[in-house]
């Protein structure tokens, strides 16, 4: 649906194939694991079978001695790294803490921990390196869980940290897990909350879970004999990678080239590096032969960055006429090995869909015996939500209001200021509500014994960051988009529409192209609902920079006057006598003669970022003798600004979803006692399959962003952000049960209704 | 003039305000200004001459990584919030 | 993964010799489960034999009495697409085609998966309930065996040192009898059952059960055949009161482990539902039949 009405495009809003699909879809697309370069050898990684345990020695010699071993790396190999902070986008890393999770030093923190690297001339002559090296270990106890790592006699993971606030100060006088804990609070929380008439207050928790990706890491690194180092590798952003290798391994970024392959999803897990700054180590000591590495999928789950497991409380009280006067709440989050969660983050989007004056949100961000987190999608909204929207729905409940007439009753709008005291510009959550209730589904009664529904609105914030493009004119018309955001979920096709609609040109005619490091200049990652949005105002201040040159060159062409000039649909015309007029493909044919080449440019830091809203409805069935629980109907409802690619807007909504519904229903990490990952499969780990989903509906709202000429607000992530708490309160609704920890797993539902723990 | 919106963690500094009103024409102005009515909040926005990297500054409700020299519009609303990452 | 020895022997006669030189010896047919534990180091061996080139390991014929021969390297597919399995043993199609997905169905052997000795392996219960029994062949002979005898535990079989599985022996359904299996996996597909059930009903003239069979999986350290169901439900009218009963019996007889996959109440409250639920199922397709 259209809730503004829409100038006319020729391309925006079309649904044509995208320029990487056939290569996609014929096997032809290249992938890191593609890559083969002569003289090849084969890296493997050591891992902790500990959870917590010191190093006591580490011996590689016999190892080392293995006819077909070419090298081996321990942290001893690491160019020593102070303790440095390095900007990745916007995620603040740690460098020395970066170094110690790609390669422990004296201590493992978790199942899976790097310790040491092998390169041979075999995979399987790795491997078995692998099996000669002798490391002592004295085994610690771990700590596992965000509520048990918080308690004063917790085991420690790093006996020299100290709680600090997010200015660095330290705040406690103990060693701590609590690496950081912040408040965020506005009003008079307890005057509110002494004047509702309806207060609910509820503890949830969430398991870790991981983005689940199709394609594992990997990595080909060669260390030319020049000194520089050249990386092929599968990331989010290829200048990320770039900066965390030159700092982890002390060069200068332009010792670095950095090759992005094509990419099997990333959802932010693939931002931080991982093997990298290995195989480029394992190169050099293999005296440059191109080292390759790959993660097996029990290395994915072990290893790199899933998000946060937590423990949240919130309270929440509204007044008899349904408005929310004031909100508490508690958010623990997991951080993993080192510190870093995105418990702010989800502090700043619970709020969000609501005008509240009143609340007091306590965040800690605390490490524990697991995987360091990594970015997931909207990270740390979807756990604040469920926890929220499951509180919103027991309100609506309490004061018997419809539930989207509550979000909309005291929905958030222009103006409103958020937790974080930052005014929201223009967003479209109202619009979602009223699409939503709009919505054939909701229209629809859900009937039958063990059947519910459910809804919940979410936020994400989307990010700007910076953007690079470059546009070159060929002789026959069409146009070399040159970009530097590996192609996730479909931008090759969103730019190249933005710089075909910009210029007057088919679609067609654009030739996306995503460039290495040395070739474009800056690019933050393909993350943060981003690229559409802050490389799309590249693209359209590169397209202006064409328009320009073209009109220059008409000029000549035509012996006009610039000034009697102007670029209309594809062409340049006279003000005066629009008869007389030259296209773009004449243009470009004679550029040769009328000055050489005609390349544009654009390079920026993206201003206006349009925040986005989603608000979603769910009808489930439950079987109570199994536990198992039905999608029936799902509709998601989202505002995208305005949708470039209706499709790709559409497979992102659907995307978000379906990751959304296996976090609610399956996903979890499952830890033993000693604190081994015992789920480290797609077996065991469930993600839904397509005959777990149903077809996900989708509605499309256009609330265009007024920052971004075409109205592009990012879509990447928000859908993910309601669906634990639509489901949840779906659930409730039909089987009267309230969960408050996910995953809300057939197991837990049989425990639920037919009691006890254990049998 | 421009206001400086405070996160809970610097109100106590700054006799319990939730915003202060200060002179300035830049970030970097603003941020010192600040600093005479809260004495020692610049040396916690500010580490090396930049805003401290897990703190983010909204100008008006734009949020990013601005310099010290970021020119500040007479009148803007400037915020302090923890920074963020997406995925 | 270490490396190892392959070898592919054109008959038991050519199989046999590979078997006696003292080397650790695996037997490979569709691989699905061997290369997997192969490759992530829970198996080892020194010598793989593949036994797929071996006729009369991949044949399935029905005898003149009846019965069906099952060799142990056919693949699932091939069991769940022959005609006559489909018609005369559905309970067995049940099963061979919840093996894994097409791709998997289309290698995995019905002699694999009851090799793999799983406690939660789909085969098993349906087999059990039909009355399957098992032939095993060394250099000394054959020798046979019902199948809810094979199995020692996870992972362990009878199968002696130098001994396989060659052939699955299903008796020919009596008439006015059914049997179903099910199973209960989180998801719908690509999943290891959290528990498995079978149940097996023959009907005398009158409607009432001459003869009952129920098997459980996933729920002990071996499948389980849940003999004092069998004798409550024997001489009874169907119902779904005695149904109940007989459920009750089976979650009594499960010794269910909580792990990864599900936890003690879980699963034996799910061998009391899947056994109710097949046991509806058997009545039916008996019914169907008489």
Redesign the interface.
């Known amino acids: 649906m259209t809730t503004i009405e829409r100038p006319r495009y020729q391309v925006i809003g079309t649904r044509p194939i995208r320029p990487d699909g056939v290569e996609k879809v014929t096997g032809r697309a290249l992938y890191g694991a593609d890559v083969r370069l002569p003289g090849t050898i084969y890296g493997r990684v050591l891992r902790s079978p500990h959870a917590h345990a010191r190093i006591l020695r580490i011996d590689t010699s016999a190892a080392e001695r293995m006819p077909g071993v070419l090298a081996v790396v321990t942290h001893r190999d690491l160019p020593a790294v102070a303790d440095g ?1 390095q ?6 890393v740690n460098v020395r803490e970066l170094a110690a999770n790609l390669l422990a030093d004296d201590k493992v923190l978790y199942h899976g921990h790097a310790v040491a690297a092998v390169a041979a001339v075999s995979p ?1 002559l790795a ?2 390196a692998l099996g000669a090296i002798t490391v002592e270990y004295e085994v610690l106890p771990p700590v596992l869980d965000v509520r048990e790592a918080m308690r004063e006699d917790a085991p420690l993971l790093d006996e020299s940290r100290r709680t600090k ?5 330290v705040v406690g006088e103990r060693p701590s897990n609590i690496a950081m804990h ?5 009003g008079d929380v307890e005057a509110a909350f002494a004047k509702a008439s309806v207060v609910i207050e509820r503890e949830f928790r969430t398991k870790m879970v991981h ?1 689940g990706y199709i394609e594992p890491q990997n990595a080909t690194a060669v260390w030319n004999q020049d000194g520089t180092v050249t990386i092929w590798t599968s990331t989010q952003g290829a200048f990320a990678v770039r900066g965390q290798v030159a700092e982890l391994l002390r060069l200068p970024v332009s010792k670095v080239r950095v090759v992005p392959m094509e990419i099997g999803g990333g ?3 693939k ?1 931080p590096v991982y093997l990298e700054p290995l195989a480029a180590l394992l190169s050099r000591k293999a005296g440059g032969r191109p080292v390759k590495m790959t993660m097996s999928r ?1 290395e994915v789950f072990q290893a790199t960055g899933p998000t946060s497991g937590t423990w949240i409380r919130v309270k929440a009280g509204a007044d008899a006429e349904g408005r929310l006067l004031a909100v508490e709440a508690e958010l623990c989050y997991e951080a993993g090995a080192f510190p870093g969660s ?1 418990v ?2 989800g502090a ?1 989007c619970m709020l969000a869909p609501y005008d509240v004056e009143n609340f007091r949100i306590d965040t800690y961000d605390v490490v524990v015996n697991k995987p360091k987190t990594a ?6 909204a979807p756990a604040a939500a469920f926890a929220m929207e499951s509180v919103v729905d027991e309100l609506c409940r309490a004061l018997k209001m419809d539930p989207l007439a509550f979000r909309l009753k005291n929905s958030s709008r222009e103006g409103t200021r958020q937790v ?6 223009r967003i479209g959550h109202e619009e979602c509500v009223r699409a939503a209730m709009e919505s054939d589904h909701y229209r629809s009664p859900i009937e039958g014994p063990n059947r519910g529904r459910g809804v919940a609105s979410g936020f ?5 960051m910076q953007s690079t493009v470059l546009v070159a004119v060929n002789p026959d018309g069409t146009v070399n988009l040159i970009e530097g955001n590996t192609d996730i979920g479909g931008t090759r096709a969103s730019l190249a529409m933005q710089l075909a609609e910009a210029l007057g040109i088919p679609y067609e005619d654009v030739k996306p192209f995503v460039a290495d490091t040395d070739s474009i200049g800056h690019n933050d ?1 393909t ?4 690229t559409t949005f802050a490389t799309g105002l590249a693209v359209y201040e590169a397209a202006m920079d064409i328009r320009r040159q073209m009109v220059a060159r008409a000029a000549r062409i035509l012996n006009l006057p610039e000034e009697d000039l102007e670029y209309v649909d594809g062409g340049v015309q006279s003000k005066s006598d629009p008869s007389k007029r030259i296209g773009f493909k004449e243009i470009a044919r004679q550029q040769a003669r009328t000055g050489g080449p005609i390349t544009g440019k654009a390079s920026l ?1 993206a ?3 349009g925040p986005a809203f989603s608000t979603q409805i769910v009808d489930v069935e439950v079987d109570p ?4 629980v039905t999608i029936l109907r799902y509709t998601v409802v989202q505002d995208a600004g305005r949708a470039i690619h209706p499709s790709y807007v559409e497979g992102q909504m659907q995307g978000g979803v379906a990751q959304g519904i296996g976090w609610a ?2 996903e979890e990490y ?1 830890y033993d006692e000693q604190g081994h990952l ?2 480290a499969n797609f ?2 780990y ?1 993600i ?2 397509a ?2 989903l149903p077809p996900i509906e989708t509605v499309i709202v256009e609330v265009p962003n007024p920052a971004h000429p075409f109205g592009v607000r990012g879509v ?2 928000v859908s993910i952000v309601p669906p634990l708490a639509a489901i949840a309160n779906a659930i409730y609704d039909a089987i009267g049960v309230r969960f408050t920890d996910l995953p809300i ?3 837990r539902i ?2 639920a209704l ?6 | 003039m421009p206001t400086v919106r405070l996160p809970a963690l610097f109100r106590e500094r700054c006799g319990g305000a939730t915003a202060v009103t200060v002179e300035g024409s830049t970030l970097g102005e603003v941020l010192l200004a600040l600093d005479r009515r809260c004495p020692g909040i610049f040396e916690l926005l500010v580490e090396g001459g930049s805003i401290r990297p897990e703190l983010a500054v909204a100008i008006d409700g734009e949020t990013g990584s601005y310099l010290l020299d970021e020119p500040v519009p007479p009148g803007a609303e400037i915020a302090i919030l923890p920074a963020i990452a997406g995925g | 993964m270490r490396a190892f020895d392959y070898a592919a022997p054109r008959s038991l006669d050519e199989t046999f010799p590979l078997l006696a030189d003292g080397r650790r010896v695996r037997f490979l047919a569709g691989g699905t489960d061997i290369i997997v534990q192969l490759r992530e180091g829970r198996a080892e061996c020194d010598l793989l034999v593949d036994l797929k080139r071996i006729p009369e390991l991949r044949r399935i014929e029905i005898r003149p009495d009846g019965t069906l021969a099952i060799g142990a390297a056919v693949p699932c597919a091939e069991v769940y697409e022959h005609p006559e399995v489909r018609r005369r043993w559905p309970a067995l199609v049940d099963a061979a085609s919840l093996i894994g997905g097409i791709q998997i169905q289309s290698r995995a052997s019905l002699g694999g998966n009851i090799c793999n000795a799983s406690p939660a392996a789909d085969s098993v219960p349906a087999l059990i309930v039909l009355g399957a029994r098992l032939v095993l062949a060394s250099a000394r002979g054959e020798r046979e065996l019902p199948i809810e005898g094979f199995f020692r535990g996870p992972g362990q079989t009878v199968l002696q040192p130098g001994e396989l599985l060659v052939r699955i022996e299903v008796p020919p359904l009596p008439p006015c009898s059914g049997a179903r299996f099910l199973r209960f996996i989180p998801r719908n597909e690509m999943d290891i059952a959290v528990a498995n059930a079978a149940a097996f009903l023959r009907l005398d003239d009158d409607g009432r059960i001459a003869q009952a069979r129920v098997a459980l999986g996933a729920v002990a350290p071996t499948p389980l055949l849940v003999a004092e169901a069998g004798e409550l439900l024997a001489g009874q009218q169907p119902n779904d009161e005695l149904f109940a009963r007989a459920g009750e019996l089976a979650a009594a007889a499960a010794r269910p482990i909580t792990d990864v996959r599900g936890s003690v109440l879980q699963r034996r409250h799910l061998a009391r539902v899947l056994t109710v639920r097949a046991l509806r199922g058997a009545l039916a397709r008996a019914q169907e039949g008489s």
């Not at chain 1, 900007?87 to 603040?92: H, I, K, P, Q, S």
């Not at chain 1, 970015?375 to 740390?380: I, L, S, V």
């Not at chain 1, 974080?420 to 510009?425: K, L, M, Q, W």
């Not at chain 1, 037919?754 to 049998?759: F, L, P, Q, R």
């Open positions: 902070i900007n990745l986008g916007e995620t603040a399987h491997e078995e606030n997010i200015a660095g100060q912040h408040r965020f609070e506005a983005q959802f932010g897990g931002i029990t995105s702010n983050a700043m970015a997931y999608r909207a990270p740390g974080s005291g930052v005014p929201f510009p994400w914030f989307n990010g700007g990652v993350g943060g609902s981003r830091v201003r206006g970022v003798e199994t536990g198992k229903l399956h499952c015992l789920n077996l065991d469930r839904p399959t005959l777990d990447g992530e797993s057939p197991r049989v425990e037919y009691g006890g723990k254990e049998g």
